[in-house]
Structures are given as structure tokens and as C-alpha cells.
């Protein structure tokens, strides 16, 4: 019978008190099936389990009598005998919970088949029973909602629903569900308020989660779980107070329940800071035996781990973290960390970057495994990588901590590997002033270090100041290394007084060294560099040849007095030398620049075999240089001189294309590409005929000033494909650059009258020459004849020949013939176009004098048409004022008509001589028909026509019969003068107004006083009573105001 661990086991006197003598079946059919299931549940109620059980299946397999409810009665107890083995279940592991699951299937078949589907506490056992079994978990909340659906405050199943609802990740359903069991039943169990704190934490509401974990206690003060969760609140804290708490709850746990993996596990844990690591191992071992979650099973593999780990036995700690990985499940990534450690530890590099690579793609902010990570990249020559980790690592954490100088150290290599000197020059100074702040000097190999990359980037001022400050370091500190360190730092001094141009101090250094050190080679080796930079070969072979007393084999003497020779010509030396190099029995130790300078010298012995026409000779050393910068690439894949090598060896043998490929793979290769690899490439591309592209190969060659600087090949090169594409101007001002440098040169004097006879060539047939510019170029053909007729005179010069300088002097001859011809020709064409461009700038003076002129007479006839108009718009208001004002007016008009009157009858008086033309104009006025009168004011009537008007009807006699009529009569003559729409249609009063315009326009404006003559003939014509002469003054009124709008 199984018999559950830890339960209170019944003596055998008690169970020969409490269960009947003899359990046959005679004794268990004496009473019913109910009888026996309350005999079980007494036993279950004093925790006697194995009773319960025990009476149970008896009394399932022994009462067989029926009954009227045996039915019922058989059914609870198989429902009570599974909800026990359920219970019991959830508390087991491996194969013990496998034999209860089994039993409650059996259990649960047969209540199937007793079709009881409908029974509330069957289907939450159904459930529970399903939520064992992984996968099923859909099927058991199905059987929930069934119970609830029957009794929405079943209490078993609400929380049922809100642990499935807790494990799929729902934790606001979750918590819902737990916060109806409290609505139901308020002082439900405590675990149910544990479960509402878990929920709160996931959510990430601690503060709740706490005060819900303090009310379970305060409901049962030995709720194991509630100690549990209060505990990790209180450690993760990383307080002392809070930590010393947590830990004296998880002991209170423990007390109450010692077999809970999960306070074994965190007990465990405790110990390994606290480095207990025997307590560390045996708890985790037993929480791993206790539990079958794989999560808590990893966790504890990884607890014995590093405990291994921390007590360096690696190859057991090796084996747990391997067993941790395997049962971690997915998101819980801790032990990969520790792997990667091992494998670093066995050399695996591979697994180590693999398993840190999963890890940080969980936790991407895991400092360690980030620092750890970078260190392998570094190892695989990724700096990019490395740079991107180590950066993300300086700034997520305070970089100023003791110990984290290392990062900027791995920082700076990183920088350095990527000749990024400044970054790694700064990533130096914040290494030494973190290691600075413990209180400690730090190591002389930093600041030297530090001086090499400022010399690099080249600060050569501050490379000494730093190389002076650890020299001084140096000579107060004493070790087994403070003489290499200062031979070292001595030597660097000198390399960096080189980049200051001081090469008499860098001598004196060398020279200093090798008296001490007679066998420190680096220095003659120096020595011989330096007198190469001031052209002295012969002191230089001196040096290499010291070099070579010491040491025969020297590798680097040998190489630079090959490369002496072969400056010289000297190829027998020079082939000598190396030969010695490659006859040496450790071959692998030659290095890629060896093989190139072979393959250079197989290619001068391929130009001297051509020059002699020694074909043969000229193929065999071209396959001799290939096979050696074809082994200088296999030593060195981007060697980018072995690449140049293959290209010119192809191109001297007339494989021109493949040589331009080779060079554009070589130049596109490198950003700091030696200039003899661009040179090729132009030069071929040139061969080809493709002057475009060689124009713009040449022109990088002088941008990129840094690497060198312009030299008398990229000019030649350049002013060719200048030339060949037709920019004869463009290559005659390179030409002229390159005579600077070299102005006894043959080839650049031929070339540069060349290009000054084709530019001259081109200005006159294209004829787009000005006279000033053809005045220069007959200045420069006559230099161009000079060069070529020099040329051709000249028998000491080889590289012209004299016939073709002979040939384009002739040329230049004919050309300054024709050139006065030309001038002549442009000179009329200027003269031609300069008076052309003086008459086109005449007639648009006086177009401009013009406009000028109808502009201002426009604005006058604006000016005058605005003073009549502004002065009819006052006439059109007098006619509105009061009586009196209007008598007023027309007395005072009457004073000034008279006296008008007065100076007009002098005027005739002395105009009496010429009477007979007047009365000629008036008999030629009466004669004519009169024309309907137009409309005009007192103010703009013509004194002629007021004369005329006089004179026909005596107006002195009119104004003096005038002056003694009534007011009444005056205001109506006023009202009838200024009809002008008499007998008129709309369209002649318009015309009316424009000639009224014309007319004052026409003729200076007068104020003659003649208005009552008009009012009285306008009277006696017309007869207008006063009421229409208002009505036509209204009429005027509206027109005049819209033909003002």
C-alpha cells in the first residue's frame, strides 16, 4: 500500500482500534457504503491518510449490497479516493506522480461510465486531474466553466481558472479570478492572496504585492508560500537590513516545509555569495531531486555549477553547466554564461562566442557576457564588433570604477588595430586615470604606448613629451624589466625625433645606444634608413653592412641592401642578397616583402632582356617575378605591392588588359594605396586609348597630396591624356608645372611645344581667338620655335629625335606666318564690333530719352484731367447750398463779372488796329452753324468764347440788367447754366465731358467771369422752368459720381 512521505503513520494498536478486526467481506457488507465513506473522512479529517484510503478502496470492492442510493454513495467515494490521489500528485515527482496520475485516469474512466457528467465536484476534480497533464491545459479550463456555469461561486473552480490563467500569462484575468474568490468567501484560503501577490508582481506592482503577501500571513501565519514570497521581496532589495530578513524568513519556511524546492533553491543561492559552497551543493542537489519544473531543475544545476566553478574544479562544473543548458527552458540563460567560460578555458572559441551570442540576444544589457564577447572578437580580429560592444559596455555603466580600465584598454587595442589613433590615444588617457585613482602609478608600458600612437597620429611634439615623462618614471623605479623598458623608450625617443625633422639628435641617439648595446641591430638599421632619406647610399651600406657582421642572416639588412643595389643597377648585389634570404633553411621565416623585392628585381632583368631583344630571356624572368609575388600573396593575401607586381608583370609582356584589372582591383583594394599602383593603372588605362578615365586616375594621384606629392611622371602622364583628349590648353599648363621642376628636360620642352602649337592650332581654325589671346599665342609659338629648333640642333640630347623637333619647328614657322594675318582679321572684327555696340548703346540712349519724355507728358494730362475733374465736383456741390449762401455767391459773381467787363473793354480799345481780322472771325463764327453747346463751368470757359459771346449779345447791357433781378430768379438761371444733357442722348454727354477735357487741356485755363451770360442764354434758348433744370442737376450728378467710380 503506498504510504505518502512525511504523513502521520497510524501505530498498530491504532488501527486495531480505529478499523474493524477482520475487513472480509462479510464485515464490510454488515454496514452500507455511506457508513464506510464517513468512517474515511474521519480519518482524512485527522490527516490519517493511508486509513482513508485504505477504508475506502475496501469498502468500494466489498460493499456490494445495494441500496436506494448506493449508486451516489459509490460514486463520492471514487470522487473522494480521486481527488485525493490529485492532492497527492501536485506533491510528488517523477514516477510516484506518474503512478497517481494513473490512478486518478482509472478513477475518473470509471465515474465515466457511470454517467455522472453532471456532478459539480467531479468536474473540478477533472479538471485539476487535466492541469497535471502538460498540453491539456484548454480541456480543464473547459471543465471549470461547467462547474462555474452550474454554481457561479464554486470556489475550487474560480481558482482553478486563475491558475490556468497564471500559467498562459494573463495575470489581469488571473487576478480578477482570485478577486472573486475573496468576493465570495472573504476569509478564503490563504494561498489565495498569495496568488494575488504573485499577480501584482508580474504586473510590477510590488507595493501591492507586499501588503497582499502581509495579509496572508495575518489570515494563517504558517502559510509557506506567503513566507516565500515576502522573503524575495526583502532579498531583492540588495540591502543588509532587508537581506538579513528575507533570510530569517526563508529558515522559518524551511522549518515548516523542509522539502520545498523552491526555499531549498534560494537558500542555496544564499549560500553561494556568502561562499559556503558545501551548503550551496546539497541544498540544490536536494531542491533538484525535490522538483521536476525544468526551470527550477536548470536553476539548480547551475547553483552546483558555480560552486564547482568557484572551488575550481572545472571539469565537474563543465559537466553542470552542460546539464543546466540542456534543461533550461526557453528564456533562461544564466548558465550559458558560465559554458562560455569553460569552453574559453578549453580554447573553444566557437562554442564560447555561440553561447554568449544566445545569451545577450535574452539579456542584451549582461555586462560580462558583453565584456567576455568582445575579448573573443578581438581574438577573430573583428574590431568593429569589438568597438560596438566595448562602447555600449563604457556607457551603460560608471567607467570610473576601479577595475574597469581593462575596458578601455581592449578599447584603445581596438582603436589601434583600426588606425584610429586619436580614439585610442583617448581610450589610453582613461585607462591611466582610472588606474590612477586607486592610488596607484600606472605601468611605464601604458605611456609608451601612448607616445607610439600619438607619433602615429602624427603629434610628434606630444609623442616626446609623453616618451620624456615615462623616461623620468623609469629612472625612479628599479625591477627586473626597468632596463628593457628604458632601452626601449631610448630607441622610440629616436624614432619620433626622426618625424620632427631632427635627424642629428635621432643619430646621437642610435649612436648612444649602440656604444652600450653593441648588438641592439634595430639602431644600425635605423641609422642606414636615415642616411637613404639624405641620398648617402654608400654610408648607408655601411651601416647595413655592421648590421651583417653581427647577425649575416639578418633579414631586414639583407632586404634593404638588395633594395640599395637595385636603386643602383647593381643587380648582381642585389640578387645576391637575396638569394642569401631565400637559401636560409627556415624558408617560412621570409617574409612577403622579401618575395617582392625578388619579383622587382626578375622585373628589371624582363626590361633589360627586352631592351636587348632577348625575348626568351625577357619570358623567363616574367614567369621568375610572378611565381614570386604570387608566393608573397599566399604569405600575405593584401600585400598590396605583390598585387601591383603581378600588374606590371602582365603589362610589360603586352597583356595590357588584364594588367588595368589588376591595378583596379589593387587600387580599389586599399585606401592608403601606394602611389606606384595608381600610376600603373593610369598608365595603362592610357595605352588603351581610354583618356577619359586615365584623366580622372591622374588627377586622384594629385589629390591625394598626404601619400605624395606631385612628381614629374603624373604631370607628364597627365598633360598626355590631356593632349590626346584635346585640351591642349589644360596639358599646356601642366606642361608648364612639370618645366618648373625640370626645366632642361628634352621630353617636357618637346612636349610643352606641342601642346602650345595645338592650342594655337586650335584657336585660329575654330577662329574663337580674341585679339589679346592671339597676341599671347604668337608670343608662345615663338617660344615653342625656340624649344624645337633648340631640340633640333641639340646632338647631346637622345630622348627627342632631332628630325621630328626639326619636323614641328617647321610646323611652328608656317603658323607664325599666317598668325599676323589672323591678328589683322580680328583686329577689324573688334573695331566693327565696338562701333556696332556704340550705335546699339545710342538708340537705346534715346529710346530711354524717349520713354522718359511720354512718361512725364502722360503724367502731366493725369495731373491736369485730376484738377478738372476735382474742380467739376465742386460745381456739382454749389448747386445743393441754402438761398442766401447762392444770392451771396451770385452778387459776389456779379462784382467780378463787372469788373472783368471793365478790363475787357480796354482790351478792346487797344485792340481797335485789328479789328478787321476780328470782324472777319466773327462773321466767319456767325456764318457757321452753332453747334449744340457743350457742358462748361464758370471756371474753365475760353476768354475767346467769352468775347465772341459778348460781343453778339451785348453782354455789358445783359449784366447790368442782370445785376438788378432777384435772388429767386438768380438761383434759377444758376440751376438751368449747368444742363448739359439738352436735347442730348447719354452717349453725347459723354462725348461732352471728353472734349470738355480736351479743350482745358488744349488751351490754358481762365476765370473769366461770364457765368450769368450763359444762365441768361441758357434761359431764353431753352426755357427751363426750375423744377426740371433740378432734375437735370441730379441727373449730372449720378453720371459724373459713376464715371468717377
Known sequence: ????????????????????????????????????????????????????????????????????????????ANILLAAHFTRQAYKEVGSRKTALQAKVTNILRLLDGMKRSEDRQLLVITGYALMLTPGRAHEADGYFVNALRHVPSNIPGLIGRACLAYNRQDYIAALGFFKSVLMHQPRGPANVRVGIAHCFLKLGNLDSARRSFELALEHNGKCQNALLGMAILKLNKREKGPIREGINLLCAAHELNSRNPMV?????????????????????????????????????????????????????????????????????????????????????????????????????????????????YLAEKRMDDVIKLLLKVVESRKTSSIGDYDIWLSLALAYEQKQRWKQAIEAYQQAMQIYGGRGDQYPIEWLNNVAILQKMAQMPQQAIESIDEALALSATKCGDNNETNMLTLRFNRGRILEDLHRCDLAAI???????????????????????????????AIDYFKDVLKHDNDNLAARTC??????????????????????????????????????????????QRSLATGDNESAKRHQQKALLFFAKSLERAPRNLWAGNGIG???????????????????????????????????HMTLELGKYQDAIEVYMQCLEQSTLFQPSMEIMLGLAKALYLSGYAAESKMWLL?????????????????????EDTEQMVEHARGKLLDLVKAEVELEVAYRFFDHLAEYEDQTQVPQREAAKQANICQDLLAKLPIELERVRELEVLDGERLRLREELQREEQEQLQKERLEREQQMAKRREVLDRTKKLLKAPREPGHKMEKVAKKQDEEQNEGEERKGKKRKR????????????????????????????????????????????????NKNTSHKDSKKTKNKTQKSIDPFNNTSDEEGDQAMESSDVDSDSEPLQTTNTFENSQDNSIEEDGMSPETTIKYMQELQRRMQTSTR
Open 911 to 958: 485792340s481797335l488796329a485789328k479789328g478787321d481780322k476780328l470782324g472777319k472771325k466773327k462773321k466767319t463764327k456767325e456764318d457757321t452753324p452753332k453747334k449744340p453747346d457743350r457742358y462748361k463751368s464758370k471756371e474753365f470757359i475760353d476768354s475767346d468764347e467769352n468775347e465772341s459771346e459778348g460781343s453778339d449779345d451785348d453782354s455789358p447791357i445783359r
Open 561 to 606: 641592401l638588395a633594395n640599395i643595389y637595385l636603386t643602383l643597377g647593381l643587380t648582381t648585389q642585389a640578387m645576391h642578397s637575396l638569394n642569401v634570404i631565400l637559401n636560409q633553411p627556415m624558408q617560412d621565416k621570409v617574409n612577403s616583402y622579401t618575395l617582392v623585392t625578388v619579383g622587382n628585381v626578375c622585373l628589371r632583368s624582363v
Open 264 to 376: 531549498l533553491n534560494i537558500l542555496a543561492s544564499h549560500y553561494y555569495y556568502v561562499r559556503d559552497y558545501y551548503n550551496t551543493q546539497t541544498l540544490a542537489g536536494n531542491s533538484y531531486v525535490l522538483t521536476d519544473i525544468p526551470l527550477l531543475q536548470s536553476q539548480n544545476c547551475f547553483q552546483i555549477a558555480r560552486s564547482f566553478h568557484a572551488t575550481q574544479q572545472y571539469d565537474q562544473a563543465m559537466d553542470f553547466y552542460t546539464l543546466a543548458v540542456k534543461l533550461a527552458p526557453e528564456g533562461y540563460v544564466l548558465p550559458q554564461f558560465g559554458l562560455a567560460q569553460m569552453n574559453l578555458r578549453r580554447g573553444e572559441l566557437g562554442k564560447a562566442k555561440a553561447g554568449l551570442e544566445i545569451l545577450l540576444k535574452v539579456m542584451p544589457n549582461q555586462i560580462d557576457a558583453t565584456r567576455l564577447l568582445a575579448k573573443i
Open 737 to 757: 608645372k612639370a618645366r618648373h621642376q625640370a626645366p632642361h628636360d628634352p621630353v617636357v620642352m618637346y612636349n610643352l611645344g606641342l601642346a602650345i602649337r
Open 648 to 682: 606590371a608583370a602582365l603589362s610589360i609582356r603586352n597583356r595590357r588588359s588584364a594588367g588595368e584589372a589588376v591595378f583596379k582591383q589593387v587600387v580599389e583594394a586599399g585606401k592608403m594605396c601606394h602611389p606606384s599602383a595608381i600610376l600603373n593603372l593610369a
Open 509 to 539: 641617439a642610435y649612436k648612444d645606444l649602440v656604444d652600450e648595446y653593441p648588438n641592439y641591430f634595430d639602431c644600425y638599421l635605423r641609422l642606414g634608413v636615415m642616411a637613404l632619406r639624405q641620398n648617402d647610399k654608400i654610408m
Open 1 to 76: 500500500m503506498y504510504r505518502q512521505k512525511g504523513a502521520p503513520v497510524a501505530s498498530e494498536k491504532q488501527m486495531e482500534d480505529d478499523l474493524p478486526d477482520d475487513l472480509t467481506g462479510i464485515c464490510v457488507q454488515q454496514k452500507n457504503l455511506r457508513t464506510w465513506i464517513q468512517k474515511a473522512l474521519a480519518y482524512y479529517s485527522r490527516c490519517n491518510f493511508d486509513n482513508f484510503v485504505y477504508l475506502l478502496e475496501a469498502a468500494i470492492a466489498g460493499c456490494l449490497r445495494t441500496y436506494a442510493f448506493y449508486k451516489d454513495d459509490l460514486a463520492k
